[in-house]
């Protein structure tokens, strides 16, 4: 996949999700985190929205989890992504227990199913942008 | 007043209290036909409504609009038919808004702001702003979380609804070949719509082969892009009465029922799980009727697989047996719930719903426009021969249910019974 491309869209960083996309830039996965219910959430938020804590940290996931659902795109919707055609999408589950979005790498598209295992790897596709990604494990 | 004092066949909040009294549409295009504005078509649409109610201009006073921003204002339309408000509304959204909408018009009847409602909907989707991705929709400015799926090529709509159905063949067995069947039940309804953009019968292997969209998608599962604009009306039931066809009475709305989130919906619960499976719990206690009284559904078929996870979630069969209920018979004309019986989203054309409903009032009026010969009284002599270019009047048919669908995470339905 020709992750490179200028004009695939990129993080645009918030507030809200600023320490996500700095944390992979340092190949590190970090999920926003309650400290009063001591449960992540995703996508992050300003608050807990399981216990309407405000008092929420970043921890470290594993990386680790398996594939919760899959697709391959055959039809690129932006020209950016059309030489890759075709390639997938994944939502993985973590270790954590909340679903991230992302791409296997290295491995067969035919190879994907639901609960095969991933861990992350770091794309950094430009210097100032890293996408998560995943490989089988 | 607790469920057991409440008599379980009575509509709870609406009590057939409000109809639909008329609908009307443009012709539904793509290519041929194209290029009209939005103003021109919805003005159509909202003429040919009033004109099927037996209404005057005067006669309407409220009106209601749904749009990407891809439309034209409801006093703009209204101006244009000599119509003076009381109240309008121009809303965001797609599919599932018709049905919210028709409960916002009951409402804002029942506070007396207004007298009768037109709902309309007028879209150039095929030849503006494409569901598929290609045109203005695709230039759309990247924002918010949406980065945390298009940065990997994973924005259209087909690509972010199918790992619902991707997850549900995993978790229950399900096939493609049973949801395409979805596509060729519409198929074969669509032969008996003079109207409809795809009349020719498809088989299941015409849909396994056809190209491969995002798999599980296949060209042939997904809707047909169109060029068109429809409208109803709504108005109380006493007002109802003075009207040309029988109404449509209206006894229960869901309005864009949610998942816990409705961005990454999957975060949460079984992720083949769509927002019908709340809207069920609204929808049949209100309605004073269960999915096993219903005639006639309208399960919104953006995606064959759609059309099937609605079905489940509202429980027109247990979970998981979606794949057979589409697949089974019941779903066809001359079957024991037919669905969308005009061809809906995936042969008639893309509407965002509105045509489902459109559809459900004519089944209610026994009038359905298909081929059948008109009789002296103006109303079609149904055959009830459902065979290709036939008939396609549901006998008898006494209650629909619609289930609107704007993403898994959101949805809308609503029951309406023959008055
Ligand atoms: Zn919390």
Redesign the interface.
């Known amino acids: 996949m020709d992750t490179h491309d200028a004009k695939k869209p990129l993080p645009r960083l918030t507030p809200d999700n600023r320490a996500f996309w700095e944390g992979c830039r340092e190949h590190k996965i970090l999920l926003p985190w309650c400290q009063y219910c001591d449960r992540p959430h995703w996508p992050p938020g300003p608050v807990c929205p399981y216990c309407f804590g405000d008092d929420l940290t970043w921890k470290q996931s594993s990386g680790r989890g398996v594939i919760s659902s899959w697709v391959v795109v055959h039809k690129a919707w932006l020209p950016a992504f059309a030489a890759d055609i075709p390639y997938n999408a994944v939502q993985v589950e973590l270790e954590e227990g909340i679903r991230l979005t992302g791409n296997v790498v290295g491995a067969s598209n035919k190879t994907l199913r639901v609960g095969l295992p991933v861990e992350v790897v770091f794309d950094d596709v430009t210097p100032e942008a890293t996408l998560p990604r995943f490989k089988p494990r | 007043m607790s469920a057991s004092e409440t008599d379980a066949s009575t509509p709870k909040f609406l009590a057939d209290k409000y109809a639909i009294v008329g609908v009307g549409e443009t012709a539904f295009m793509r290519g041929q036909g194209s290029g009209r504005t939005t103003r021109a078509m919805g003005t159509q649409a909202v003429r040919a409504a009033i004109e099927d109610a037996g209404l005057e201009a005067g006669d309407v006073d409220g009106m209601l609009s749904y749009s990407f921003n891809d439309s034209t204002f409801s006093p703009m339309i209204a101006g244009d038919l000599g119509i003076r408000l009381n109240f309008y509304m121009d809303v965001y959204g797609g599919g599932s808004s018709t049905e919210a909408l028709v409960g916002i018009a009951i409402g804002v009847i029942a506070a007396g702001m207004c007298k009768t409602v037109v709902v309309f909907r007028s879209m150039n989707g095929f030849s503006q702003v494409r569901i ?2 290609t045109g203005a929709r ?1 230039a759309v400015p ?4 949406a ?10 709509a087909g ?1 972010m609804f ?3 159905f ?2 549900h063949m ?2 229950y067995g399900t096939t493609a070949g049973q949801v395409a069947m979805v596509k060729v039940i519409h198929s074969q309804h669509a032969a008996n719509n003079p109207k409809a953009l795809y009349r020719k019968p498809v088989t299941v292997d015409d849909v396994l082969s056809s ?7 296949h060209l042939l599962d997904c809707c047909v892009e169109t060029d068109n604009a429809c409208a109803i009306i709504v108005t109380s039931a006493d007002r109802a009465r003075d009207c040309k066809h029988t109404p449509a009475l209206i006894r229960s709305v869901v309005g864009r029922v949610c998942k816990p ?1 409705i ?2 919906h ?2 949460h619960g079984p ?1 083949s799980t769509v927002a019908g499976y709340y809207g069920k719990d609204i929808l049949w206690p209100n309605a004073g009727v269960g999915p096993e009284d219903i005639d006639i559904t309208g399960s919104y078929d953006a995606f064959t697989f759609t059309t099937m996870l609605q079905l489940e979630d509202y429980g027109f069969c247990k979970k998981g047996e979606g794949g057979n209920y589409v697949s089974d018979g019941t779903m066809k004309l001359g079957g024991k719930r037919p669905n969308n019986t005009s061809g809906g989203h995936l042969c008639e054309g893309y509407t965002h719903g509105i045509a489902m409903v459109i559809e459900n009032v004519r089944q209610l009026r026994h009038d359905v426009d298909d081929s059948c010969p008109v009789g002296a009284d103006g109303h079609r002599q149904h055959t009830y021969d459902y065979s290709l270019g036939g008939c396609r009047q549901v006998r008898d048919a006494e209650l629909t249910a619609n289930l609107g669908w704007a993403m898994p995470g959101t949805g809308s339905a609503m029951v309406m019974r023959r008055g």
Do not use: E, F, T
């Open positions: 598929g991705g695709s990247v924002s918010g979380d980065l945390h799926n298009r940065a990997y090529g994973w924005q259209s690509q199918a790992p619902s991707m997850r995993h978790d190209r491969m969209i995002c798999k599980p998608l989130r961005d990454m999957y975060q992720i």
